[in-house]
């Protein structure tokens, strides 16, 4: 780990490093739905990273017709928009 990362970190307070820990268990690597309600109707995609600041990354997974390639958001959001999906 680098010293600016390091830094960075140790500014986190604990409360919020945990819950980043908790959602890259929950979250990062699966397979997703989500609906931006713009007419797009249901996508899929993969949770590619989870930022020590909380900023979610969300690739959109090839073959659907949508505007959208991949999106981003904030930790806090993501309990409501997105949903784990089983991927067999």
């Known amino acids: 780990m680098g010293k600016q990362a390091r830094r960075k ?3 986190c307070t604990t409360v919020e490093w945990q819950a980043v820990k908790q959602a890259r268990q929950k979250w990062l690597g699966k397979t ?3 609906d931006l309600g ?3 109707g249901v ?3 993969k ?3 989870i930022s020590e600041g909380g900023d979610v ?3 959109c997974l090839p073959g659907f017709n949508a505007r959208v ?3 981003m ?3 806090g959001y993501v309990d409501r928009a997105l949903s784990l999906v089983d991927v067999e």
């Open 69 to 71: 390639l991949g999106l």
């Open 57 to 59: 990354a969300v690739e």
């Open 43 to 45: 996508q899929l995609g």
């Open 47 to 49: 949770v590619i990273s």
């Open 9 to 11: 970190r140790e500014r």
């Open 38 to 40: 713009r007419g797009d």
């Open 73 to 75: 958001m904030s930790l």
């Open 32 to 34: 997703v739905q989500f």
